[in-house]
């Protein structure tokens, strides 16, 4: 494993399925009575927050403070761009501090990537969601959730999967982090998009791609629908946002079009109405609540990794 | 009286070696007559180097007034000479705004005291560049600085009426409107050349349609009022083709490159470090390979270096956070030998034409970009083109050091410039 964690795309299919795998063994703990871990006692890791993100942050408290680091939060009041304490100054505070990773979200797209290149900070930089980038940690637990599903939790179980990944392509550092990771993996994405939330040079990433839902979904295993903004509306990339539903939306016609065994996922927050509505949300195929328990697991894997867990996280006694 | 400079062995625009006699601020004699024995001579021994025309820049950023952070005109004109240049034209983003006479003479003045090159005031196209209403160019071009190019350079005259009448109405005093081509509809919140690489890093497009459409527009808009019309720093490979067929039709275009992109591509953005933040962007290989191509048919009129400094708060941030531009006017000749002259697509006539002959005309300035020959004003720049540096930020003449350069080697220096027969420059440092 490399010493930080910024694009899903660093990540080998190794490195990929050795997070797997202790997110697996890591997650048992969530079942015992006492779900602490010794491993990171003494470390001190920062979530750094430059966008409010309750969600992410409190996924990332939790899986740092199960290995008994020390967690401190420090959320940021708006970023350089707002004219608020710069990056760099915000970065040398923390390393003055002595964190040992940093764990940062930012509305930048790169600014994790510049954090973890600029000198300015000594400790591991895990990317939790950067501007249009990347979303690592939250494709990891994409994956987890579907090779817990559809993989039997074994090396190689999500090869050849289909994986239909919906919605704000263009703006979302989900799906980028997503297409990235499960190529890595040997599933079959395909993104599908109205036009215009299509990145330009999609053609490029290793995907499908498809307008047209229906033709999609009934061959996928796992259908993943992606929030879509209000302010996209404004930016005219969509009519209405009841037209994006009926081309878009998975409501429970379309669910009923899905193989038996194919799960719906959803990042979270959903917008519920416009992108999915609630009885397909609240149905037995989704797993939408599991995947907050499993970002835990999968955020615990990799901040025991990079932070140079050798042993292995679980059964190791002091 | 001034001292006289006998500059022996000198290759003139590269040709066969000669002397050169600068007295009294022109140059006296060529072909290596004898000067009288009274005067007090300062012989240099110019074996190797070659003499061009001192090179003109029509798109600086000089930051005074306003933002002396920066750069001011001092600083900025000390690092034209150290590029070899004796005449900038100086651009209108300034706090204020050089959109009246007051600010474009006050610029004017800093240069001649200043003396280290000559500095030509960029007037303001619309009040405060807001591109709502036009400045008064008549005052501008009136005053003492003599305005004749005019720029909102930073942004776009995109209003089509108002662009008509800017380059109808600058006919009355024979000045030209230098257009920054950027839609800003298609550029809202741009950061970064559109393409594979933008959708990767997540980081928005600028695209090439959104300089293409308004270099289109503007001279389609040229042609039909019988004005000229010069294009800010040509990007792309589709922009070249719209400027070649305005020419091959006859309209009054002329187009600039600069340095940048004659040898940086989007790539480089995958650093996300913002020292290759500009504007307009970074573009792909192809783009960089018509640019040269463009530059060397004469298609692309003239180099420009687009020199924009910014303090090192405004570079040391996240990409999106951080200021456009970069330095150039130290590195401008060195590049353009690299890209042009060593891959023998321009000889160093060619390149001077492109640094100094065109970027006169099209300025309208006088006593530069003037060839050499006897009587001509002693405007001469002595370049090594065998030596080799590599480039270093706390060297520049600059106030700023945001070169994307560094530690790059490039071809050449320059070893003296001369303005109007006093050195600038001598021995590669400023006098």
């Given at each position: 494993m490399k010493r930080h964690l910024l694009s899903a795309g660093d990540l080998t299919r190794d490195d990929a399925e050795l997070i797997l795998s202790t997110a697996a063994e890591l997650r048992?703990?969530?079942?015992?009575p006492i779900k602490k871990l010794?491993?990171?006692?003494?470390r001190t890791v920062v979530n750094l927050?430059?966008?409010?993100s309750t969600r992410t942050r409190i996924s990332f408290e939790a899986a740092a403070k199960r290995l008994s680091a020390d967690v401190i939060n420090f959320a940021a009041k708006g970023s350089s761009l707002s004219k608020g304490e710069s990056l760099k100054d915000t970065a040398l505070t923390l390393e003055a501090m002595g964190a040992d990773a940093v764990v940062v979200r930012h509305g930048a797209s790169g600014a994790p990537h510049l954090l973890a290149n600029s000198?300015?900070?000594r400790s591991s930089v895990v990317n939790a969601g950067d501007g249009t980038h990347e979303h690592p940690t939250q494709a990891l637990l994409d994956a987890f959730t579907m090779w817990r599903h559809l993989g039997?939790?074994?090396?190689?179980?999500?090869?050849?999967r289909r994986i239909a990944i919906v919605g704000d392509?263009?703006?979302s550092r989900v799906a980028r982090s997503n297409a990235l990771l499960l190529n890595t993996l040997g599933a079959e994405v395909t993104l599908v998009a109205p036009p215009t939330l299509m990145p330009v040079?999609?053609?490029?990433?290793?995907v499908q791609t498809s307008y047209d839902l229906d033709t999609v979904?009934?061959?996928?295993?796992a259908v993943m629908m992606l929030r879509v903004q209000r302010e996209r509306m404004q930016g005219g990339f969509f009519p209405t946002a009841r037209e994006y539903s009926r081309r878009y939306g998975l409501d429970g016609r379309r669910m009923?079009?899905?193989?038996?065994?194919t799960i719906v996922m959803h990042p979270g927050p959903m917008v519920r109405g416009m992108e999915i509505t609630a009885d397909v949300a609240d149905s037995?195929?989704?797993?939408i609540v599991e995947q907050v328990t499993n970002g835990v697991a999968v955020r615990m894997a990799v901040l025991y990794l990079l932070l140079g867990g050798s042993e292995p996280a679980v059964g190791g006694e002091e | 009286m001034s001292t006289t400079y006998l500059i022996k062995n000198v290759r003139v625009l590269g040709g066969e070696p000669t002397d050169l006699l600068l007295r009294d601020g022109v140059?006296?004699?060529?072909?290596?007559r004898a000067a009288s024995a009274s005067e007090r001579i300062e012989t240099i021994d110019a074996t190797g180097l070659i003499a061009l025309p001192g090179l003109v820049d029509l798109h600086t950023h000089l930051r005074e007034p306003g933002r002396e952070d920066a750069e001011t005109v001092e600083t900025g004109t000390r690092a034209a000479a150290m590029g070899g240049f004796t005449a900038v034209h100086a651009m209108a983003n300034t706090e204020p705004v050089a959109d009246t006479a007051g600010v474009v003479e006050q610029v004017w003045r800093l240069g001649r005291e200043a003396g280290f090159c000559d500095v030509y005031p960029v007037g303001a196209v619309t009040v405060g560049l807001q591109g709502e209403k036009l400045a008064e160019l008549g005052a501008m071009a009136d005053?003492?600085?003599?305005?004749?190019v005019f720029s909102d350079d930073g942004k776009c005259v995109s209003d089509a009426v108002l662009m008509r009448r800017a380059l109808e109405y600058v006919k009355a005093f024979d000045g030209v409107i230098a257009q920054h081509a950027q839609e800003p509809r298609l550029t809202e919140g741009a950061q970064m050349n559109e393409g594979e690489l933008s959708g990767k890093l997540g980081l928005t497009g600028w695209p090439a349609v959104a300089e293409e459409a308004i270099i289109a527009r503007d001279c389609l808009l040229a042609a039909h009022v019988g004005s000229r019309l010069h294009v800010c720093h040509v990007s792309t490979a589709g922009s070249v083709e719209i400027v070649r067929d305005a020419k091959r039709k006859g309209w009054d275009v002329t187009a600039e490159a600069c340095p940048h992109h004659l040898i940086l591509t989007d790539e480089l953005a995958a650093t996300y470090?913002?020292?290759?933040?500009?504007n307009p962007p970074l573009r792909t290989a192809a783009d960089v390979e018509a640019l040269r191509a463009g530059l060397a048919d004469g298609t692309i009129d003239i180099v420009a270096t687009d020199h924009a400094p910014h303090p090192h708060e405004d570079k040391d941030c996240e990409w999106a956070a951080a200021a456009f531009g970069m330095l150039g006017l130290e590195t401008a000749l060195s590049i353009v030998q690299a890209t042009m002259v060593d891959p023998g697509l321009l000889d160093w006539a060619g390149v001077a034409e492109r640094m100094s002959f065109a970027p006169a005309r099209i300025g309208r300035v006088?006593?530069?970009?003037?060839?050499?020959?006897?009587?001509?004003?002693?405007n001469v720049v002595l370049y090594d083109p065998a030596a080799r540096r590599t480039v270093d930020?706390?060297?520049?003449?600059?106030?700023?050091?945001?070169?994307?350069?560094?530690?790059m080697e490039l071809p050449g220096r320059v070893v003296a410039t001369f303005l109007r027969g006093r050195p600038t420059v001598l021995d590669g440092a400023l006098v």
């Open positions: 048992e703990l969530a079942d015992r010794p491993a990171l006692r003494g927050f430059f966008e409010d000198g300015w900070v039997e939790s074994k090396p190689g179980g999500l090869e050849g392509v263009l703006h040079g999609i053609e490029s990433w290793p979904i009934p061959k996928a295993d009923a079009t899905l193989q038996d065994h037995s195929r989704s797993v | 140059i006296a004699d060529l072909g290596g005053s003492a600085a003599r305005v004749r470090d913002p020292i290759y933040k500009v006088a006593d530069h970009g003037r060839p050499i020959e006897v009587g001509e004003p002693a930020p706390t060297e520049s003449a600059s106030l700023s050091r945001n070169t994307p350069y560094r530690g």
